[in-house]
């Protein structure tokens, strides 16, 4: 059984480029999560989409927006990229997004794609 | 403001012994708490998870205590071996999970 997958593994995109990043949640999984790590500190939730609708999202600026498919695949995207924007992109896919509804809420990541802004 | 702390950067232990890895975090509405494995260039691999209704949960070597009034949950590892080399982050929330920054484990053959 396929675990989560991304797209592509590494990308390289110079200052004020746009950028799309793909994931493909576990079969049977409805919510997908993105998080963006930086070398040196934990992951740091940007979005979550549940049912195609967005349902979280954290404290980035309106240059990151993303979208999740019928399909459950999801896309982000980066706009007016800054160097900063460097990291390590990770997407998560879980069943549920409400542990409160019954069962666990484990989210399983993908191996990220490397975005590198020169 | 760091709501998920992992106050130690890194831990060594010999082959064989327990690793105990710590983890503080300052919001009580927190409902759901996880330990994540990551090696270089991979994504975190999850390990084991414990919600905020139980005090303690086993699978296999590793066993996470949560202890609610602390606001602190540890995970322990037994016995420890080379290949649980990696950082350890723990994350904790409910949909939206906030991670801390890790802890580095060395298991020394």
């Known amino acids: 059984d396929a675990g989560v997958t991304q797209s592509p593994t590494h990308l390289i995109k110079t200052r004020g480029q746009h950028v799309t990043l793909r994931c493909s949640p576990i079969?049977?999984?409805?919510?997908v999560s993105w998080y963006q790590q930086v070398l040196g500190q934990g992951p740091q939730f940007i979005f979550q989409?549940?049912?195609?609708?967005?349902?979280g999202r954290g404290n980035f600026p309106d240059r990151f927006s993303a979208r999740q498919f019928p399909n459950y695949s999801s896309e982000l995207n980066v706009n007016a990229l800054l160097l900063g924007d460097s990291a390590l992109y990770l997407c998560?896919?879980?069943?549920?997004?409400?542990?409160?509804?019954?069962?666990?809420?484990?989210?399983?990541f993908g191996p990220g794609t490397r975005l590198t802004v020169l | 403001d760091q709501q998920v702390k992992q106050n130690s950067p890194s831990l060594s232990v010999q082959e064989g012994r327990i690793s105990i890895l710590n983890c503080d975090y300052t919001?009580?509405?927190?409902?759901?708490f996880l330990w994540y494995k990551k090696y270089p260039a991979e994504g975190p691999t999850f390990l084991i998870s414990?919600?905020?209704?139980?005090d303690k949960n086993e699978d296999g070597r590793f066993t996470v205590f949560l202890n609610k009034s602390a606001k602190h949950l540890s995970l322990h590892i037994v016995p420890s071996q080379p290949g649980d080399s990696a950082v350890y982050f723990c994350?904790?929330?409910?949909?939206?999970?906030?991670f801390g920054t890790g802890t580095r484990l060395k298991v020394l053959a």
């Open positions: 079969s049977g999984h409805k919510s």
């Open positions: 998560a896919s879980s069943f549920r997004i409400n542990p409160a509804s019954g069962g666990s809420n484990e989210q399983f």
């Open positions: 414990i919600s905020s209704i139980k």
């Open positions: 994350a904790a929330g409910t949909y939206k999970y906030i």
């Open positions: 989409y549940y049912e195609k609708e967005e349902r």
């Open positions: 919001n009580s509405m927190f409902d759901y």
